[in-house]
T-cell receptor, first 119, second 114 residues
């Protein structure tokens, strides 16, 4: 079974500054996907960024980027130029790759980090 | 616009009653999922379905039941056997093509047992 650990229950950052959220995971799989989801006060889960484990290049999406360290099983999220709208719970999640194509592709989530952006 | 619709948004239930949460998607996605979220916890998988008329238990299926009679619909019934049903419930779907392994979520349903 896979586990996902987010060691920072809460964080805060000044508007326009940069913040990094940590995530580690435990798996014996070699092929998998990693995700960061954002849950604002509306509670809608929104995909922030996605990384395939076989890709060495770190994924980026505008102000969001990841630092993927496969050997260390670490997947941190960096938010640059923080904005008030970034205030949310952030969840790191793991998905096993199913080579047969018939697997569940279910997500295993960490417990989340509550990020507050301060004006 | 395509998306996932969950209803009702808020639901109150008396102890001993069954309640059904609706989840409908118009994304033409094959797989659908139900997750439960509790304060201070991540999301935990209740049930999932890869195709119509087939579904599998997740990590916390006890006290819940589902059906998948149509591709678009995946309702969740919270039965009286669920010991602590007060929670936030999220439905998600996934398109079953290689590489597109992203789950899209609905807005959620908040269930409170009185």
């Amino acid at each position: 079974a896979q586990t996902v650990t987010q060691s920072q229950p809460e964080m805060s950052v000044q508007e326009a500054e940069t913040v990094t959220l940590s995530c580690t995971y435990d798996t014996s799989e070699n092929n998998y996907y990693l995700f960061w989801y954002k849950q604002p006060p509306s509670r809608q889960m929104i995909l922030v960024i996605r990384q395939e484990a076989y890709k060495q290049q770190n994924a980026t999406e505008n102000r969001f980027s990841v630092n993927f360290q496969k050997a260390a099983k670490s997947f941190s999220l960096k938010i640059s130029d923080s904005q008030l709208g970034d205030t949310a719970m952030y969840f790191c999640a793991f998905m096993k790759h199913e080579s047969s194509g018939a697997g569940s592709y279910q997500l295993t989530f960490g417990k989340g980090t509550k990020l507050s952006v301060i004006p | 616009d395509g998306g996932i619709t969950q209803s009702p948004k808020y639901l109150f239930r008396k102890e001993g009653q069954n309640v059904t949460l609706s989840c409908e998607q118009n994304l033409n996605h094959d797989a659908m999922y139900w997750y439960r979220q509790d304060p201070g916890q991540g999301l935990r998988l209740i049930y999932y379905s890869q195709i119509v008329n087939d579904f599998q238990k997740g990590d916390i299926a006890e006290g819940y039941s589902v059906s998948r009679e149509k591709k678009e619909s995946f309702p969740l019934t919270v039965t009286s056997a669920q010991k602590n049903p007060t929670a936030f419930y999220l439905c998600a779907s996934r398109r079953d093509i290689t590489g597109a392994n992203v789950l899209t979520f609905g807005a959620g349903s908040r269930l409170t047992v009185l």
